[in-house]
């Protein structure tokens, strides 16, 4: 099976602060990336995306780094606020499977206010 | 837009029964994927539906069956009922390979 993990299992941040999760995978195959928001008792949330192609894509107050080469992705929040108190997740999708995603076990985030 | 939508929200069914989870996909979606995501987990993928074809599957039983509908809604079929199947099960659709948008889910419990 896939393995996607995440270093920290819990991170708690002061609001304001900018907030690092990551994740390292295992299948060398994986050429897309996403990170996942899931609040308690919702369905998980795409927050943004990366292929392989690419080291770094930027959204709205988030970033996502990928290096390939020690397979790790991480998730950066800018300006943490109490809105992104929430279970991080990581999945990856190795080009053979088509459209399935492995996830991780998930970072649970606290923001502090 | 109403997004993924799935039904019901919760549900309570008793060892060895059946059990039928809905799923309607995102306006222009054609792709639906199940996942099973126990407490404290991340979501465990089952399997996917593409032009009414289970087209891949994961590590899962043939307990666990299921369709797509020429409107590209989709079921989750679950047999013999285990106290372990409980969980929140999530469905997601997507265009081809792109990113998934989930549903809220439909948390099943297994007494």
């Known amino acids: 099976g896939e393995s996607v993990g995440l270093h920290l299992p819990t991170l708690s941040v002061q609001e304001g602060d900018n907030s690092i999760i990551n994740c390292a995978y295992s299948?060398?195959?994986?050429?897309?990336f996403i990170w996942y928001k899931q609040e308690s008792g919702k369905g998980p949330q795409f927050i943004i995306d990366?292929?392989?192609?690419?080291d770094k894509r930027q959204g709205q107050r988030v970033t996502v780094l990928l290096n390939k080469t020690v397979k790790h992705l991480s998730l950066q929040i800018a300006a943490t606020q109490p809105g992104d108190s929430a279970v991080y997740f990581c999945a990856e999708n190795p080009q053979e499977t088509g459209n399935q995603f492995y996830f991780g076990t998930g970072t649970s985030l606290t923001v502090i206010p | 837009d109403a997004g993924v939508t799935q039904s019901p929200t919760h549900l309570i069914k008793t060892r060895g029964q059946q059990v039928t989870l809905r799923c309607s996909p995102k306006s222009g979606h054609d792709t639906v994927s199940w996942y099973q995501q126990a407490l404290g987990q991340g979501p465990q993928f089952i399997f996917q539906y593409y032009e009414e074809e289970e087209r891949q599957r994961g590590n899962f039983p043939d307990r666990f069956s299921g369709h797509q509908f020429p409107n590209y809604s989709s079921e989750l079929n679950v047999n013999a009922l285990l106290l372990g199947d409980s969980a929140l099960y999530l469905c997601?659709?997507?265009?081809?390979?792109?990113?998934?948008?989930f549903g809220q889910g439909t948390r099943l419990t297994v007494v």
């Open positions: 997601a659709s997507s265009p081809a390979r792109s990113g998934a948008f």
């Open positions: 299948n060398s195959a994986s050429d897309y």
């Open positions: 990366i292929r392989s192609n690419m």
